[in-house]
Each structure stands twice: as C-alpha cells, then as structure tokens.
C-alpha cells in the first residue's frame, strides 16, 4: 500500500520541519480541486504549508504554551495530539465528520486525491494510541483508590437509613402517648382560667372607680388628650358583655356618658377661646401684629417678641400626632394648644361636630370683635378730636390738622381690628393645617367638609371690610343714582328712572313687627292644613328660630353688597363723619392686611389668594365712584353757587403773584384734595375724568360768567343778548381779532403790525357808530375781567403741574374694554400721602387717551384767558374812538366857534382822559407787566390817526375851532405820557396846524415834500401825510364858507377848493 504514493512523499514525517520550496510542482494544489471524492466544503479547505504543520508541540497561542508548562508529560502529549490534528486533518474534529469520505480520499492515488499523506495518517494515529496509553500509566493510582472510596461511602449512606427507620418509630410512639387524656389537668385548667377572668374584673373595676377622679384632674389640668384616652378607656370597659350583669356600674355610665358630651362642649370653648381671642394667652400676638403694621412704624416688619407665622407653622410638626407635656402650660403656646384640641376631638369622634358649632358662631364672634374693637378705640378717642362735623354731607375738605385727627381715630381702629383678623386667620389656618394633617394620616373620607372653614372665614371678612368702607365713605345720598356719562340707560329721556329708588329688601323688613306676625301665623295655618305635618306645632320654637333668623339676615344684609343704609341693625357705630376722603386712609390698612392675608390662605384651598382684593373692584365700581362723583359735583356746585365765588380773594397773596377769584382758589383746592386722595388709591380713569369733568364744568361757568360781564343791557324787544364792541371784536373771527393775536404773542411787535391793527380797528369803527352801551362804563367789571384773566391764567398753570401719565389703563366706566384688565392694588403704607400733609408734589395720573381731554381743558383755559385779555386790550381802545367820534362830532362838539376866548378841551376829552387814568390803574393793579404794556402799547398811535383820518368829521371848522382842537390834542398828549411811554401826537397837531395856515400852505407843503423825497431826503413822519389826508384838510379848511348860507360864497369856495385839490394831485402824483 505504502508503493501507492511517490517517492518524494513516502518519507514525509508530519513532525518534521522541512519546507518545500514555492517553485516546487504540487499535484494537490488548488488548482486541481475536484469533487469526484470529497464535497465541495472539504474541498474548500487547502493543504497548510509545511512550515506549520512542521512545529510540532510548540503549536498554539503563548496561552496554551504557558498551560502545558504546568502540565504532566502525559497530559502534555495528549494535548499535542489534539492540537496536531486540529491542524493537519481540521476535519476529524468537526460535529459532521463523515471518516468514509476521509478514507476514500487516502486511497485514491489520483492528483486530487491524498494517498500521498496516508502515512503521515497512520503516525498521528500512533502517536494518539501512545498519548492514551501515557495517561493510563499516569493516573492508575487515582482510580484504584476511587474504587475503594466509592464502597465506603456506599456504606455509611446505607447505615443512615436503617438510623432514619429507628427514629421514626421512636417518633410514633410518642405521639400515640401524648395523644392519651388526664381528666385530673382539664379540672385545674378549668379552675385557673376562672381565677384569672375574676381576677381581671376585679383590676378593672377597680380602674374605673378611680376614672372620674382621674378624668376631672385631666380636665383640670388641659391635658384633653389623656382625659379623653381615660374617657374612651372607661366607656370601652363599660361596654365589655361580662360588665353588663353588675347594676353598680349604671351611675357610672350615666356620668360618663354626660362627661362625653360635656368633654365635647369644653373642648369647643377651649378652641373658641384661642380662635377667637379671648384668651389672656392669646393679647400679645395680635396686639403686636397691630402695632407693628401700624402707619406710624418707620420700621415695617415683624415683631421680634413674636416670630413670623410663617416660621412658626414650618416648626410644627402636624404629621405626627401631638404628645402632651404635663411640665408645661399647654395654653402658653396657642397654635400647639389648638392643634391639641383638633387631636382631642378627633379621639373623641366630636370634630364634624366641632365644625359645624364654629361655622354656625363665626358670624357672631367676629361681630362681637368688631363691636368690641370699635367701642374700645371709641373711649380711647375723644369726640371732640375727631375733626369736626363738616356740613353733615361729607362736603368739607379737612386741614392738615383736621385730617391727622380723623386719620389718627381711623389708624387706630383698623391697625386694631386688622391685627385681631389677623390672628385669627392664623388660628384658624393652624386648625385648618391640623385638620388636613389629621385628615391625611387616618384616611378621613369627609376631608372637604372638615377643611372648608377658612373660604367662610374669608367671606366673613369680605363683608366685615365692605361694611366698615362704607360707613366711613358713603353719605346720605344717593349712591345707586350716579349719572355717568360712560353708563348707558342710567338717564331715560333727560330724567332719572325713579322706578327704582324704593325696592322692597327683606333685610329691610322687621320681623317683630305685628304685621309680619300676623302674617306668618297666617301662613303658617294654611300649611299646616293642607300638609300636615310639615311644620312644627311648637310656635314658640318657630318664634325663637325666624327671631334667630332674622338677626342673622339683618347682620348679612349689613355687610352685603347692596349696601343698605347705616341706620340698619346690624350696623356699626361710625366714629368720624363719612366722607371719600376717608378713602385714602381706609386703604392703606385694608392693603397691607390683604397682603399679609395672602400668606395666610391656605395653599391648594379653593380660595384663590389672587382674588383677595377683586371685591375692592366692586366697592370701588359700584358705591366709591358714584359717591365720589356725587360729592365732587356737590363740591362743585358749593364753589360755583357762592355769592363771592367771583370776588377777590383777601389771601390771594398765600397762593398767587396776582389777585385771583376767591371761587377759583377754592376749586383747585377741592381738585387738588380729590388728586391726593387719587394717589392714595388704584388708578381708574374712571375717577381721572370725574375731575376733568368738573374742569369742563368750571369753565363752563368761568365763561357765563365772562358773557355775563361783557353783556349789553337786553332790551325788551330783543331775544338775542348781545355783546359789547370790544367782545365782538374779539370773539368774532377776522382779520383784526387775528393781528391783535399776533401783537400778543409778539416779544417785541413792530411799528407796521401796531399800524395794522389801528387802521382795522378805525376802519371797523367807521362803518357803524358806536353807542355809550357798546363801552363798559363800569370799573368793577374791568376789574373783573382782570381778576379773570390772572384766575384762569393761574388755573392753567396750577393745572399743567396736575398732569401726569401712568401706564395704568384701568376704566370701569368703559364696560367694552376687555375684562383681563387687572387693577393696580399697590400696598400704600406712607404717613404723608395716606395722612393728607402738603408734602411732594400732587398729580392726576391719566392715560394717553385720558390726557388728551385734560390737555384740551387746560388749553381751553389758556384760550378763554387770552380771550380776556384781548377783550381788555380792545376796550380801552374802544373807549377812546367812541369818547373821540363823540368829540369830534360837531353835534356834541362844533368846531366852528365864534370870537370868544378858549378856556379849556372839551369835557368829552376830560371824560376820556379821567377813564383812561381809571383803567390804566385798574389794569396796573391786577395784571404783569407783560399785560399791561400789551393793554398800553399803541394808544397814542390810536388817538394820532384817529384824529388824522376822521379830521373832517369836525366840519365845518374854523380858526377857533382849529384851535380848540389842538387844544385837546395837547391835552391828550400830556395824559398819555402818563399811560403809555415815549407818546407824541405831534402828527396829529402838526395836521391841523396845516388848517391855520390854509390850502395853499398846504399844497405847497406837499410840492415841498415831494421835492425833497426826490433829492433822497426823509420827510418826518410826523409830518408827513398822504394825498387823502391833505385832502381831507384842504375841505376842512373851505368847510366854513362851503357851509356859509349865501351861495356865491359856497359857490367860490367849491371852485377854489377844486383847484387847490387839482394843484394837490398834481404835486402828489406826479411822476
């Protein structure tokens, strides 16, 4: 077999370490893989090289190395073996060896078959054999001493079963022994379990005779706890079956069961002691939450003899169940005592019973704190210093003294009352925090019901606060009738909806009274009748119950929001007079409890601390506005309606440069007191324009008033009042009321603007005559008018320094706004704006859309003051072309006089000059400089043309009268120096000098003139006149022969003044 395989192979030893070279020829090489003996998978697994089926032993990773290192020869040659074969035949070691394919592949000596490496077969399979055989010779030993070992533990497993049989008969006879009875031991177990039930009656009744001693010490001591543990003890041991045959025991029931109940009661009491504050233990909590939040303490904050509730509720454990401690006074500590309490009556079974009692007694306690706080702080203040009475209407604006007065009885009261709420929020807050914990460790199902105290605390509150605001800011009137102009169908056809002033209220019903007697007796019968059954028998029961009823419908409807009148029963007592000034100390106190109250209010309870203050928005909506716009009005009408409203007041001087309206200091006091109460409370634009609009009204008033004075006298035939010339010229609009505007606004007005109003106001004049009554003849109405001018002046400055703009867009008049608006309730705790005292500046906090009407209201001020004072500044010069046209005129005045002698002006000229000395001092005394040089400039300007262009008013006129004219003119000039400065009415006499030298003087005058203009030489203006003037001048000076009765001289007159004008016209307008 072994000549089967070529020569070059047959000496080949699987452990040698010869390699063949690459280039030799291998015709078992990959490239002549076949399938005709071996599978394709067999096939794909080449031939390893020489070079590492030659290793021999050391084949292997450094890890099997190291493990054949500590390895017996034996077991050491084995694993070669293995490793041997894993390397040169890979597939005698695999799961699905198939050694028929292997064979037949070492018997075919074809090139694709492995004849070649039988050989190497047969040495691995020896060197197999001898690995196996090494082993055997190893470890014979080992198994010959396994053998041996293996019968000796046979035989001890053997000897412990036939132990196991042994005990188990062992353990059968005993149980057939002890299930064997002695009648002896049942008759002792029989007789020890009687002794010991008498025994254990014996021990107990002897506990309960000492209960009553032990359960009023208890009592005595408040350790409720232990009394009601000892309590429940008794009445459980009562309630054992073998205790019910011994008829000693009944008294002891009937006591105990009364101390049940009467357990119960002092348990309530106790609580309402500490809730309520009527424990000694329970003063100095609340009387330091009252001072230390007081408006007089610099120092804001919490009392250090009191610690911060807040830090107090987060020391108490209330998880767990409170433990007494007899070495200390269980009362010392108040909220501990309270949460000992809940505890107390929970153990007993009592607490929905505890909770119902306080929900029922609530309303009463804190009307009988309320009643109390405010009789004592009434004893505590004197009426005689709570600042006066005022008219009985709330229509009197307190001084600085007055108010700390009224603020110092309120403070007191509320810093009182609010300190004692307060503490009894916490109380309450503490019982309820007991509650809830006592709740969550016992699983309680009526946990809702238990804890649902503090939201009817806080209803109670609400109203209590409601009741007190109103008493001390709502009067007598009307609050339900308030005429908004931003409320629709308040006013039905221009008159109140008077339906509505009386509406039946049960709480205004008297229950006592025989009607309703009668009538429920009545009532009651018919029920009675015809459901019988369905009402009590007992009528002094349901007399007791409706009285009871009707006492607590009467004290609700006190407090409610309808706000009946504070005679109702159920009232409190006011301890000063009710006014809206009241507000801005009521508020304050009311925020800074709101705000501390947030921190009280139980988190996660159905009472929103965000809500606190939303019923403020109806107090403030519903019954403070419509008193505020109620009193301001009536304020109003008190300023408007006074007889010396519009006279000057005598202490001007305290708040004014100028003299001002006596009306109009009071009105901006009345606006200033309304703005500082306004910055006391939220903003509401609602409240803002109340004030603006009584602005409006008062200058509604202030221009009647100017209407009224600038009046002409109506005649009987007229229906229509017209005005005088001067407030015609004014208010009318024209080209004159417009240069007159200029010359006011003007710093320093020129001689051409002056000249233009003088020309418009002569021109104007022209055209009808003006009659004594067109002129203001009295000198109190001049004076009134400037009194009005430097009032309503004054009024818009005051007024300007009102104006503020708040981001604050708050208005309740306007119900279209959206309703997320939420109002500023800022907490207001300054003495000095709270208090009234004249300190920092005082604004009207308005809106952009607000401030608009404000800014027209003052500007309309500014505007009626201009108006006044253009109306004086076109009086005076009224006054001085009528007082001219009538002594110009030859019917009052003729110029045309005859040989005697001259003695003085005319009285009409006199009458001038005495009015206008009157009305410059009249002007001087009342008005600024500025005024007074715009009322006096351009007067002498005014009387030098006048004259000029009306001189042939005066014909016909001669020397005499030219004369008499110069005359005046010269007295006119003297009196006007004293009025107005640097005035010269040369023009106006070198005019009618002209008349005295007659027309050819005339016309020469003008050639001279002309020529001189054309050598570039300036002609005086005051002597310099245009063609129309000198034309007028040269008829005047033919006026007396043209009036001369003879028509030849008239005749000639005419022809020569023809010429003369002719000569004039020639020289003027020549080119």
């Given at each position: 077999?072994?000549?089967?395989?070529?020569?070059?192979?047959?000496?080949?030893?699987?452990?040698?370490?010869?390699?063949?070279?690459?280039?030799?020829?291998?015709?078992?090489?990959?490239?002549?893989?076949?399938?005709?003996?071996?599978?394709?998978?067999?096939?794909?697994?080449?031939?390893?090289?020489?070079?590492?089926?030659?290793?021999?032993?050391?084949?292997?990773?450094?890890?099997?190395?190291?493990?054949?290192?500590?390895?017996?020869?034996?077991?050491?040659?084995?694993?070669?073996?293995?490793?041997?074969?894993?390397?040169?035949?890979?597939?005698?070691?695999?799961?699905?060896?198939?050694?028929?394919?292997?064979?037949?592949?070492?018997?075919?000596?074809?090139?694709?078959?492995?004849?070649?490496?039988?050989?190497?077969?047969?040495?691995?399979?020896?060197?197999?054999?001898?690995?196996?055989?090494?082993?055997?010779?190893?470890?014979?030993?080992?198994?010959?001493?396994?053998?041996?070992?293996?019968?000796?533990?046979?035989?001890?497993?053997?000897?412990?079963?036939?132990?196991?049989?042994?005990?188990?008969?062992?353990?059968?006879?005993?149980?057939?022994?002890?299930?064997?009875?002695?009648?002896?031991?049942?008759?002792?177990?029989?007789?020890?379990?009687?002794?010991?039930?008498?025994?254990?009656?014996?021990?107990?009744?002897?506990?309960?005779?000492?209960?009553?001693?032990?359960?009023?010490?208890?009592?005595?001591?408040?350790?409720?706890?232990?009394?009601?543990?000892?309590?429940?003890?008794?009445?459980?041991?009562?309630?054992?079956?073998?205790?019910?045959?011994?008829?000693?025991?009944?008294?002891?029931?009937?006591?105990?069961?009364?101390?049940?109940?009467?357990?119960?009661?002092?348990?309530?009491e106790e609580l309402h002691e500490h809730l309520y504050l009527k424990s000694p233990?329970?003063?100095?909590?609340?009387?330091?939450?009252?001072?230390?939040?007081?408006?007089?303490?610099?120092?804001?904050?919490?009392?250090?003899?009191?610690?911060?509730?807040?830090?107090?509720?987060?020391?108490?454990?209330?998880?767990?169940?409170?433990?007494?401690?007899?070495?200390?006074?269980?009362?010392?500590?108040?909220?501990?005592?309270?949460?000992?309490?809940?505890?107390?009556?929970?153990?007993?079974?009592?607490?929905?019973?505890?909770?119902?009692?306080?929900?029922?007694?609530?309303?009463?306690?804190?009307?009988?704190?309320?009643?109390?706080?405010?009789?004592?702080?009434?004893?505590?203040?004197?009426?005689?210093?709570?600042?006066?009475?005022?008219?009985?209407?709330?229509?009197?604006?307190?001084?600085?003294?007055?108010?700390?007065?009224?603020?110092?009885?309120?403070?007191?009261?509320?810093?009182?009352?609010?300190?004692?709420?307060?503490?009894?929020?916490?109380?309450?807050?503490?019982?309820?925090?007991?509650?809830?914990?006592?709740?969550?460790?016992?699983?309680?199902?009526?946990?809702?019901?238990?804890?649902?105290?503090?939201?009817?605390?806080?209803?109670?509150?609400?109203?209590?606060?409601?009741?007190?605001?109103?008493?001390?800011?709502?009067?007598?009137?009307?609050?339900?009738?308030?005429?908004?102009?931003?409320?629709?169908?308040?006013?039905?056809?221009?008159?109140?909806?008077?339906?509505?002033?009386?509406?039946?209220?049960?709480?205004?019903?008297?229950?006592?009274?025989?009607?309703?007697?009668?009538?429920?007796?009545?009532?009651?019968?018919?029920?009675?009748?015809?459901?019988?059954?369905?009402?009590?028998?007992?009528?002094?029961?349901?007399?007791?119950?409706?009285?009871?009823?009707?006492?607590?419908?009467?004290?609700?409807?006190?407090?409610?929001?309808?706000?009946?009148?504070?005679?109702?029963?159920?009232?409190?007592?006011?301890?000063?007079?009710?006014?809206?000034?009241?507000?801005?100390?009521?508020?304050?106190?009311?925020?800074?409890?709101?705000?501390?109250?947030?921190?009280?209010?139980?988190?996660?309870?159905?009472?929103?601390?965000?809500?606190?203050?939303?019923?403020?928005?109806?107090?403030?909506?519903?019954?403070?506005?419509?008193?505020?716009?109620?009193?301001?009005?009536?304020?109003?009408?008190?300023?408007?309606?006074?007889?010396?409203?519009?006279?000057?007041?005598?202490?001007?001087?305290?708040?004014?440069?100028?003299?001002?309206?006596?009306?109009?200091?009071?009105?901006?006091?009345?606006?200033?007191?309304?703005?500082?109460?306004?910055?006391?409370?939220?903003?509401?634009?609602?409240?803002?324009?109340?004030?603006?609009?009584?602005?409006?009204?008062?200058?509604?008033?202030?221009?009647?008033?100017?209407?009224?004075?600038?009046?002409?006298?109506?005649?009987?035939?007229?229906?229509?009042?017209?005005?005088?010339?001067?407030?015609?010229?004014?208010?009318?609009?024209?080209?004159?009321?417009?240069?007159?505007?200029?010359?006011?606004?003007?710093?320093?007005?020129?001689?051409?603007?002056?000249?233009?109003?003088?020309?418009?106001?002569?021109?104007?004049?022209?055209?009808?005559?003006?009659?004594?009554?067109?002129?203001?003849?009295?000198?109190?109405?001049?004076?009134?008018?400037?009194?009005?001018?430097?009032?309503?002046?004054?009024?818009?400055?005051?007024?300007?320094?009102?104006?503020?703009?708040?981001?604050?867009?708050?208005?309740?008049?306007?119900?279209?706004?959206?309703?997320?608006?939420?109002?500023?309730?800022?907490?207001?705790?300054?003495?000095?704006?709270?208090?009234?005292?004249?300190?920092?500046?005082?604004?009207?906090?308005?809106?952009?859309?607000?401030?608009?009407?404000?800014?027209?209201?003052?500007?309309?001020?500014?505007?009626?003051?201009?108006?006044?004072?253009?109306?004086?500044?076109?009086?005076?010069?009224?006054?001085?072309?009528?007082?001219?046209?009538?002594?110009?005129?030859?019917?009052?005045?003729?110029?045309?006089?005859?040989?005697?002698?001259?003695?003085?002006?005319?009285?009409?000229?006199?009458s001038l000059n005495a009015e206008l000395v009157a009305y410059d001092e009249t002007?001087?005394?009342?008005?600024?400089?500025?005024?007074?040089?715009?009322?006096?400039?351009?007067?002498?300007?005014?009387?030098?043309?006048?004259?000029?262009?009306?001189?042939?008013?005066?014909?016909?006129?001669?020397?005499?009268?030219?004369?008499?004219?110069?005359?005046?003119?010269?007295?006119?000039?003297?009196?006007?120096?004293?009025?107005?400065?640097?005035?010269?009415?040369?023009?106006?006499?070198?005019?009618?000098?002209?008349?005295?030298?007659?027309?050819?003087?005339?016309?020469?005058?003008?050639?001279?003139?002309?020529?001189?203009?054309?050598?570039?030489?300036?002609?005086?203006?005051?002597?310099?006149?245009?063609?129309?003037?000198?034309?007028?001048?040269?008829?005047?000076?033919?006026?007396?022969?043209?009036?001369?009765?003879?028509?030849?001289?008239?005749?000639?007159?005419?022809?020569?003044?023809?010429?003369?004008?002719?000569?004039?016209?020639?020289?003027?307008?020549?080119?």
């Amino acid at each position: 077999m072994s000549n089967r395989y070529p020569p070059s192979y047959r000496n080949n030893d699987a452990y040698s370490s010869a390699k063949r070279q690459e280039d030799d020829y291998d015709p078992f090489g990959d490239g002549y893989a076949s399938d005709r003996y071996a599978s394709p998978a067999q096939q794909s697994n080449p031939r390893r090289p020489p070079t590492e089926t030659s290793r021999g032993p050391t084949y292997g990773p450094p890890a099997s190395r190291i493990q054949r290192a500590i390895e017996t020869s034996a077991e050491r040659q084995i694993s070669q073996v293995l490793e041997l074969i894993k390397a040169e035949w890979p597939a005698m070691v695999q799961n699905d060896c198939i050694p028929v394919s292997l064979a037949l592949q070492l018997l075919d000596n074809s090139s694709v078959g492995r004849a070649h490496e039988y050989r190497g077969f047969k040495k691995t399979h020896q060197f197999l054999q001898d690995s196996l055989k090494n082993i055997v010779h190893e470890h014979h030993q080992g198994f010959n001493s396994s053998i041996g070992t293996f019968h000796k533990i046979q035989g001890s497993i053997q000897a412990s079963q036939k132990r196991v049989r042994v005990l188990k008969d062992s353990l059968a006879a005993s149980r057939t022994s002890l299930a064997a009875t002695d009648p002896e031991l049942k008759k002792l177990y029989k007789s020890s379990q009687m002794y010991d039930e008498v025994l254990q009656t014996l021990n107990e009744l002897e506990d309960l005779r000492t209960v009553p001693d032990q359960l009023e010490a208890r009592i005595s001591e408040k350790r409720f706890l232990s009394a009601v543990e000892v309590l429940q003890n008794a009445l459980r041991k009562l309630r054992k079956p073998e205790l019910d045959d011994i008829g000693a025991l009944g008294d002891l029931r009937s006591y105990l069961a009364n101390q049940e109940t009467a357990l119960m009661d002092i348990l309530i009491e106790e609580l309402h002691e500490h809730l309520y504050l009527k424990s000694p233990y329970c003063q100095e909590r609340w009387q330091n939450l009252a001072k230390n939040q007081g408006a007089y303490n610099e120092n804001y904050g919490e009392s250090s003899a009191v610690a911060p509730f807040h830090l107090v509720l987060d020391t108490m454990d209330l998880d767990r169940p409170v433990t007494e401690d007899p070495a200390k006074n269980p009362e010392a500590d108040t909220f501990w005592y309270i949460s000992l309490i809940v505890d107390s009556l929970n153990k007993l079974g009592r607490l929905e019973n505890a909770v119902d009692t306080l929900k029922q007694r609530l309303p009463v306690e804190l009307f009988s704190i309320v009643n109390e706080t405010i009789n004592d702080v009434d004893q505590r203040h004197p009426s005689s210093l709570r600042g006066g009475s005022g008219n009985g209407q709330g229509l009197h604006i307190y001084g600085t003294r007055e108010t700390q007065m009224r603020a110092d009885v309120i403070y007191d009261l509320l810093w009182t009352l609010y300190g004692k709420f307060e503490a009894i929020a916490e109380s309450h807050r503490v019982f309820h925090e007991a509650t809830k914990a006592l709740v969550r460790r016992e699983g309680t199902g009526a946990g809702s019901y238990l804890l649902g105290s503090f939201k009817e605390l806080w209803n109670l509150y609400q109203n209590e606060i409601r009741s007190l605001l109103h008493n001390y800011v709502t009067t007598d009137a009307d609050v339900y009738q308030f005429n908004s102009f931003a409320r629709q169908g308040a006013i039905l056809n221009g008159a109140k909806d008077t339906t509505r002033d009386h509406l039946f209220k049960f709480s205004e019903a008297d229950p006592k009274s025989d009607e309703m007697t009668t009538e429920y007796e009545a009532l009651d019968g018919i029920i009675r009748a015809a459901v019988p059954g369905l009402t009590s028998n007992s009528r002094k029961t349901q007399t007791s119950d409706r009285k009871l009823a009707a006492g607590r419908e009467s004290r609700r409807s006190a407090s409610a929001g309808t706000f009946d009148s504070r005679g109702a029963p159920g009232s409190y007592k006011s301890l000063v007079e009710p006014s809206v000034f009241n507000m801005s100390l009521l508020l304050p106190p009311t925020l800074v409890f709101l705000q501390r109250l947030k921190s009280i209010v139980p988190p996660g309870s159905d009472l929103a601390a965000s809500t606190l203050t939303s019923f403020l928005d109806n107090f403030l909506v519903n019954v403070f506005q419509p008193q505020l716009d109620e009193t301001l009005s009536k304020l109003s009408d008190h300023v408007f309606g006074e007889v010396d409203s519009f006279q000057q007041d005598s202490d001007w001087s305290l708040v004014a440069r100028r003299p001002v309206f006596k009306g109009t200091i009071a009105f901006f006091t009345v606006i200033t007191a309304f703005c500082r109460m306004l910055g006391t409370i939220p903003h509401d634009q609602a409240l803002s324009s109340l004030i603006i609009s009584q602005m409006a009204r008062y200058y509604e008033r202030c221009f009647t008033w100017f209407k009224s004075l600038v009046a002409k006298a109506q005649e009987p035939s007229t229906t229509r009042q017209s005005l005088r010339y001067s407030a015609e010229l004014v208010v009318a609009p024209g080209d004159l009321q417009q240069t007159v505007k200029e010359i006011w606004v003007s710093d320093s007005p020129g001689h051409d603007l002056i000249s233009k109003e003088v020309g418009l106001l002569i021109a104007q004049s022209n055209d009808r005559t003006l009659e004594p009554s067109d002129i203001i003849q009295d000198r109190d109405v001049i004076s009134s008018l400037c009194l009005l001018y430097t009032s309503m002046k004054w009024l818009s400055v005051k007024a300007i320094g009102l104006r503020h703009i708040t981001h604050f867009d708050t208005d309740s008049s306007r119900p279209t706004l959206p309703k997320n608006q939420k109002r500023r309730w800022t907490i207001l705790n300054n003495p000095s704006k709270a208090n009234g005292e004249q300190q920092g500046p005082v604004h009207l906090p308005m809106t952009q859309d607000t401030v608009q009407s404000f800014d027209d209201i003052v500007s309309s001020y500014e505007e009626f003051a201009t108006t006044v004072l253009l109306t004086l500044h076109m009086e005076i010069r009224c006054r001085i072309v009528q007082s001219l046209s009538v002594a110009l005129s030859p019917k009052t005045s003729p110029y045309l006089l005859g040989d005697q002698e001259i003695k003085g002006p005319d009285p009409q000229v006199l009458s001038l000059n005495a009015e206008l000395v009157a009305y410059d001092e009249t002007v001087a005394r009342f008005l600024r400089d500025r005024e007074i040089a715009f009322v006096r400039t351009g007067l002498g300007l005014l009387v030098n043309t006048y004259l000029v262009s009306n001189a042939l008013v005066t014909q016909p006129m001669n020397s005499r009268g030219c004369e008499r004219m110069q005359l005046n003119i010269l007295v006119l000039q003297q009196n006007l120096k004293n009025i107005e400065a640097g005035v010269d009415l040369a023009r106006a006499a070198t005019y009618f000098s002209l008349f005295q030298e007659g027309a050819y003087r005339i016309v020469d005058k003008a050639k001279r003139d002309r020529e001189r203009e054309a050598e570039g030489a300036t002609v005086p203006e005051s002597s310099k006149f245009t063609y129309d003037e000198l034309k007028a001048l040269i008829e005047l000076c033919y006026s007396e022969q043209l009036a001369d009765p003879e028509r030849g001289v008239a005749s000639a007159a005419r022809r020569q003044m023809g010429e003369r004008v002719l000569a004039l016209s020639e020289h003027m307008w020549q080119s």
